[in-house]
């Protein structure tokens, strides 16, 4: 499987995945639940229609086609890049970006074929090794051998022993991430331009395990102002932000690595906080209840994932990016039932419990990529504390 290299001459390992996802590849690269991953797109064609500029803000003062500061991604795999790029928005070609954020990727690669090994085997560990000459920067070759993702520069031998001997001791299990994806300190948000610490707007606490600017949109825009704090704050030191609600995010690797916010989230079902869990918070909120959760083969990553609403027996579809899911038979051990579960292989897709103001998703229902339809669970968290709330006033 050849291939020619692009972005970045680096070496670089990590988990290799794939998405079906057609459109939203600025989007998906910066989504910090790609962290620590090689990501094999299996739409044909990238790089159409470039790369946005970082300073295009929505009302809120977010990067409108970015869900963080960054590429999150290890590497890029795709069958056809495009050099050229035509949008009224772009500024730069994806060629262009990756090499400025010194990710290196390849093309020309077979990711149908790809895409169906990691299907049959499962995810594994690879490598991309793009080289450069001194006439070029962009002259490269790429192969991959058993699953194993590497590159050489034309002419060069690649030495194939040495790669895979590098990556027998290399891992994404077990690898804690959150110091990587979250938030250092904490960030306040709102809808204009004041000092949020003197506004009376009800507040929600977001626990930064690998949020997506997205999220912190749809929050915004269901009328809260937004703290977005660490991912190992502690129940106390949240609570002294007096939040009407914690919503805990999306993010990277095996949510046992998050004890820290396990914990928080234990203290957050106990106090009966209206929570919400979002993809890995999703995770969080079962494994804080006393479920389990395990790897699944391949995982979900994809726009057109479909999810049965138990309660109505509706069908959505939904955007996902998720490696993990939680054991439907610890979960009966718990006070959560079962809210959303994929038709495709019976996967638990949302949990909500059976007395208290606590549910969680495990797809993304704020999209970006994807579609909209789910953007219904926010206001569903919304009306769970305006409930809260008036049963507050009535005692």
């Known amino acids: 499987m050849r291939g020619t290299g692009f972005g970045y001459p680096t070496y670089m390992e990590g988990e290799v995945v794939f998405n079906t996802g057609m459109v939203g590849y600025?989007?998906?690269?910066?989504?910090?639940?790609?962290?620590?991953?090689?990501?094999?797109?299996?739409?044909?064609?990238i790089g159409n229609y470039g790369v946005p500029d970082f300073n295009l803000k929505d009302q809120f003062g977010l990067p409108?086609?970015?869900?963080?500061?960054?590429?999150?991604?290890?590497?890029?795999?795709?069958?056809?890049?495009?050099t050229s790029a035509s949008h009224w928005s772009s500024v730069r070609t994806l060629d262009e970006w990756l090499y400025d954020q010194k990710i290196p990727g390849i093309y020309g690669v077979d990711t149908r074929?790809?895409?169906?090994?990691?299907?049959?085997?499962?995810?594994?560990?690879?490598?991309?090794?793009?080289?450069?000459?001194?006439?070029?920067?962009?002259?490269?070759?790429?192969?991959?051998?058993e699953g194993k993702i590497s590159s050489r520069t034309q002419g060069s031998r690649l030495n194939l022993l040495r790669i895979k001997?590098?990556?027998?001791?290399?891992?994404?299990?077990?690898?804690?991430?959150?110091?990587?994806?979250?938030?250092?300190?904490?960030?306040?948000?709102?809808?204009?331009?004041?000092?949020?610490?003197?506004?009376?707007?009800?507040?929600?606490?977001?626990?930064d395990t690998g949020t997506k600017f997205s999220i912190i949109r749809n929050i915004l825009s269901s009328g809260f102002s937004?703290?977005?704090?660490?991912?190992?704050?502690?129940?106390?030191?949240l609570k002294k932000y007096d939040p009407a609600g914690v919503v805990i995010s999306n993010g990277p690797g095996d949510?046992?690595?998050?004890?820290?916010?396990?914990?928080?989230?234990?203290?957050?079902?106990?106090?009966?906080?209206p929570t919400l869990g979002i993809c890995?918070?999703?995770?969080?909120?079962?494994?804080?209840?006393?479920?389990?959760?395990?790897?699944?083969?391949?995982?979900?990553?994809?726009?057109?994932?479909?999810?049965?609403?138990?309660?109505?027996?509706?069908?959505?579809?939904?955007?996902?990016n998720h490696g993990y899911g939680i054991d439907a038979l610890s979960l009966q051990k718990t006070d959560f039932t079962t809210w959303f579960y994929n038709p495709d292989d019976e996967t638990i897709e949302g949990i909500q419990h059976n007395s208290k103001p606590i549910i969680g998703v495990q797809f993304h229902p704020e999209a970006s990529p994807g579609p909209y339809d789910c953007l219904f669970v926010f206001e569903k968290f919304r009306d769970i504390i305006k409930n809260c709330d008036s049963l507050t006033t009535a005692h």
């Not at 004041?194 to 606490?205: A, G």
């Open 165 to 207: 001997e590098q990556l027998e001791g290399s891992t994404y299990e077990g690898v804690n991430f959150m110091p990587e994806v979250s938030t250092e300190e904490a960030k306040f948000y709102d809808s204009v331009v004041e000092d949020i610490k003197s506004r009376n707007t009800k507040r929600i606490v977001l626990l």
């Open 64 to 82: 409108r086609f970015f869900e963080s500061t960054s590429i999150q991604v290890r590497g890029l795999i795709v069958q056809n890049l495009s």
């Open 113 to 145: 074929e790809l895409t169906k090994r990691l299907r049959t085997h499962g995810v594994m560990m690879g490598a991309i090794n793009v080289n450069t000459t001194s006439s070029s920067k962009r002259s490269t070759k790429s192969v991959a051998v």
């Open 26 to 45: 600025t989007e998906t690269l910066t989504d910090p639940s790609y962290r620590g991953q090689i990501l094999c797109l299996t739409y044909p064609l």
């Open 226 to 237: 937004v703290v977005v704090l660490p991912w190992d704050t502690d129940y106390d030191s």
């Open 255 to 273: 949510p046992e690595i998050c004890t820290a916010t396990i914990n928080t989230a234990k203290r957050l079902i106990e106090e009966s906080i």
């Open 280 to 320: 890995l918070g999703n995770q969080i909120l079962a494994l804080a209840a006393g479920a389990r959760t395990y790897k699944l083969k391949y995982g979900h990553r994809g726009q057109n994932k479909p999810c049965i609403d138990k309660n109505n027996n509706t069908t959505y579809i939904t955007s996902q």
